[in-house]
């Protein structure tokens, strides 16, 4: 318990050294938003990067991203890896294979992170001794999972009613749900799929890279995936305007959600998704780290961004 104590220390000494420092990017070129400001969440940095070459008089698709502060540099994340997302976008427009876009990386709330990805209506399902049992679960010893209550809802409307329409006064955008997608991992799988289901008509396309299925960190006698089930069920956008792109490892945290994607495939089969608007992948050993995801990274890009 005190290593992990140690680690969340560790992670927040560095993220707070890292925020005074903008990212290099092997491609392109990146801007930075300090402090963007918000009525619905603490101010945060925003991270843009343009392809090589970027034109105002060219319109672009916009493409979303959580935990902003994790996508461009491995030398100023608190563990050294990356995703990579300079490179692989790069590659792939150079090569034209996907559609020219522009990707807005939004950094997450530090100790809010779980707070604002954990999907608000799903929660609401539980009882109140269930939701009240999950707002005082502890990472370890002494570092709380929730820093505060589940507030997704009101990071959702940040995203959609602050910084897109900053984003798209900014820069040279293609504005409409078919050019606008959002994606993210673990916890930005989850706020990535609640996202897509909340404001169908913002987002066109979603990529929940090792979707975590179980909310906390155990699967057993855990009641929480049931609600994301359920809200699925209810809430999935049409598939006739809506791309929708799940993975998961095998190793490590990934390990608990292959029967939870099993389910959550079922139910998007149910709801008239096919190959052309859906993919889940598995990789198999592969871990919960943001090597994996960078190793892959290019799988749903051209999944959701193809031409």
């Not at 559609?99 to 100790?111: A, D, H, Q």
């Amino acid at each position: 318990m005190k290593i992990l104590h140690f680690i969340f220390l560790s992670i927040a000494l560095q993220t707070a050294v890292y925020a005074q420092t903008l990212p290099k990017v092997a491609g392109g070129s990146l801007q930075r938003f300090a402090d963007f400001p918000s009525k619905y969440v603490a101010p945060r940095n925003i991270d843009v990067w343009l392809p090589k070459g970027y034109d105002s008089k060219q319109k672009y698709a916009v493409l979303y991203m959580h935990d902003g502060q994790m996508l461009y540099d491995s030398a100023t994340t608190w563990n050294k890896q990356e995703w990579g997302v300079d490179e692989t976008m790069q590659q792939l427009i150079k090569e034209g294979k996907i559609r020219n876009t522009i990707v807005v990386g939004v950094w997450n709330g530090g100790k809010l992170r779980h707070s604002e990805y954990f999907p608000q209506k799903p929660f609401k399902y539980l009882t109140q001794y269930q939701q009240d049992t999950l707002l005082n679960t502890f990472r370890s010893k002494d570092v709380p999972l929730f820093n505060a209550p589940v507030q997704s809802d009101l990071y959702l409307k940040f995203l959609v009613k602050e910084l897109k329409p900053f984003i798209d006064q900014k820069f040279s955008t293609l504005t409409d749900a078919a050019n606008t997608f959002i994606a993210g991992s673990s916890m930005g799988g989850l706020i990535s799929m609640y996202a897509i289901c909340e404001y169908p008509k913002v987002f066109g396309g979603a990529a929940c890279l090792s979707t975590h299925w179980v909310g906390i960190f155990k699967a057993e006698n855990n009641p929480i995936p049931a609600t994301f089930m359920k809200y699925l069920g209810k809430k999935l956008p049409s598939p006739k305007n809506h791309k929708i792109y799940f993975d998961y490892g095998t190793a490590t945290l990934d390990a608990l959600y292959p029967p939870f994607q099993k389910q959550a495939d079922e139910i998007m089969a149910a709801k008239g998704f096919d190959s052309t608007n859906w993919l889940t992948k598995e990789f198999v050993g592969e871990a919960h780290t943001e090597k994996a995801w960078q190793q892959r990274l290019h799988i749903p890009l051209l999944f959701l961004l193809g031409k």
